[in-house]
């Protein structure tokens, strides 16, 4: 995403600044549908052009999803769970349990996608009222204005029906991220009933070189009133892009105590990929990597749950690497025999593997992602095999120390999940 396209989102959003529907926060809730919708030339398939168009939108609007599954037994402090098919995130809700002490995990999976009937009236007002405000009183392209006018409409749709809901049983709502997809809804259902609401940091937050990601969106579109970060540099993140939110320093609860040891062996190498935004960079890594076998290093390769399997597995066998099964947790394969060093880019699994005693080498050439100051990036196999060496050859007490001491700074077992009154 270039940084047009941001600063875009950002004049938009700001017109909604002070915009409620029915006590919810239009501009937390528009962040969401905003960046996906600036990012491609049409909407959902609808074209400027199409003798349907008006209705298409229309038609848009009208396509939501209900919350009303998740009324029965739904009380005390519960969670929501975005992505239930990930095993890891599945795993780090199993991590938080006893620390949260959350009595209902809500499943996304269980929501139902309800098509509004054409002539509901409370669904024409919407359509008519919000187009209206928006080609009266906004600026922008004709067809900006169209797009935008669907994806308002869709919004209080969602909210009228999310109002017929009976979730006051709850007494705190833990979003798994309220930045995005139906945690913004809900985490505003409970914001305007002062039922204390929270967000988890569920990945690395970092800043890009270069360039804008959609990852912003994970800092800077948080709708909760408290934010569970795992670092104080994941607060000053925050900050400089939302400072409404407070922020507490709560650590990561998958790493509560620096490795004992580091593994200096560099038989067997697991290549992490990065999601499918880095499909290209992720081909590219591959066949840059598929000469490191050429030194008798075993290369297995773990996916990106987002990256389509068989593409990548016949890439695998023409270069002759073991593919992870779906399903295998990372923490599983780090802990393992299988693994003795680690080779990722754009990835907080960076840190994971070294908080495991794995050295991690990260591929300069595709990086955009700010990580650290350590000496461990490549462009290209031989700059891997050099760094192996020296590795090799150094005082190994004396870098295991340095390498210890570096994760401490970054995975303080503070564990402050603590919830807090009102």
């Known amino acids: ?134 080609m009266v009183t906004k600026k922008g392209k004709v067809k900006e204005k169209l797009y935008l006018i669907a994806i308002l409409s869709k919004i209080k749709n969602t909210i009228d029906h999310l109002e017929l809901c009976n979730l006051n049983k709850v007494t705190s709502f833990i979003a798994f991220n309220s930045s995005a997809h139906c945690d913004v809804y809900l985490t505003e259902y409970f914001n305007k009933r002062n039922i204390t609401t929270y967000s988890l940091q569920h990945g690395y937050y970092a800043k890009f070189k270069n360039e804008v990601k959609v990852d912003v969106l994970n800092y800077e579109n948080i709708s909760a009133k408290y934010f569970f970060a795992w670092d104080n540099y994941t607060k000053t993140l925050i900050r400089e892009f939302n400072k409404d939110v407070k922020v507490i320093i709560a650590g990561n609860p998958r790493f509560s105590k620096v490795p004992v040891n580091f593994n200096l062996r560099f038989q067997k190498c697991l290549v992490l990929l990065p999601g499918i935004s880095y499909h290209k960079s992720n081909l590219k890594l591959l066949e840059e990597i598929s000469k490191l076998s050429e030194s008798g290093i075993k290369i297995s390769v773990k996916l990106h749950p987002s990256l389509e399997r068989f593409e990548y597995f016949k890439l695998c066998e023409k270069y002759n690497f073991k593919m992870i099964k779906e399903g295998v947790l990372l923490n599983q394969l780090l802990k393992s025999n299988e693994v003795d060093f680690c080779i990722t880019f754009n990835s907080s699994v960076y840190f994971e593997s070294l908080y495991h005693g794995k050295i991690c080498f990260r591929y300069a050439s595709c990086e955009t992602m700010i990580f650290s100051d350590q000496n461990d990036c490549f462009d290209d196999v031989n700059e891997i095999k050099t760094k192996i060496k020296i590795l090799k050859n150094s005082d190994s007490n004396k870098l295991i120390n340095e390498l210890k001491k570096f994760i401490s700074k970054k995975y303080t077992p503070i564990l402050n999940y603590t919830l807090l009154n009102k």
Not at 30 to 48: A, E, V, W, Y
Not at 49 to 54: E, P, V
């Open 1 to 134: 995403m270039n940084d047009s396209i941001y600063l875009k989102y950002l004049k938009i959003k700001s017109t909604y600044g002070q915009c409620y529907y029915r006590g919810y926060n239009i501009k937390q809730i528009l962040g969401s549908d905003l960046m996906p919708f600036l990012q491609q030339r049409s909407f959902n398939g609808i074209k400027l052009k199409s003798m349907n168009f008006i209705y298409n939108l229309y038609s848009h609007s009208r396509t939501i999803e209900t919350f009303y599954n998740y009324e029965k037994n739904t009380s005390g402090i519960i969670i929501s769970n975005q992505f239930p098919d990930r095993e890891d995130y599945s795993d780090y809700l199993n991590i938080l349990k006893p620390l949260l002490n959350f009595n209902k995990v809500i499943d996304y999976r269980l929501r139902e996608i309800k098509k509004i009937n054409v002539f509901n009236l409370n669904s024409i007002k919407n359509f008519f009222f919000t187009s209206f405000e928006v």
